[in-house]
């Protein structure tokens, strides 16, 4: 076939219209980050997704490396895969990891702007500043580094 041919029946082919069987065992094999993201898709597939056998979503660990950089990067690792992800979209540099909810992880970057981030989706959602209402008082976060077994 020719490459023009060839690039018609792809640009032609509607992927949300795939048989639901078969998407049932593409989304089943996919890994766990990608299989949750699938249901976004379209709502064809999201309808498919619901009939998965859904996966326990173990948590993952939020790791700072500065074996190679002048200031610390976040990455994650997800130990089910064994896989690290080290650009994660949405998400500054220099920013740390305040606190974490199911797939949302609050951050401050380094002026202390706060955002949330949707580890699934990549959205992010710049909050308000804060304010102190501590007078003549700086506000501070120092980044803890501990190892595992240490007591703070």
Known sequence: ????????????????KLCPDLLRKIIESLSSLD???????????????KTCVKRPLRPWLI?????????????LFDPKEDKFYRKLAGVSDKSNCMASSGNW????DSRLDFYIVNLLT???INLPPMESKISGSQ??????????????
């Open 105 to 108: 992880l609050l951050m401050a």
């Open 35 to 49: 299989f949750y993201r699938s249901k976004i898709v379209c709502s064809d597939w999201y309808s498919v997704w």
């Open 139 to 152: 506000v501070r976060f120092e980044q803890i580094k501990a190892a595992v077994g240490d007591t703070l």
């Open 63 to 75: 790791i700072y490396e500065e074996k190679y950089t002048s200031s610390p990067s976040m990455m």
């Open 1 to 16: 076939m020719r490459e023009e041919e060839t690039q018609k029946v792809s640009d032609n082919h509607d992927w949300s």
């Open 122 to 124: 990549s959205k992010r």
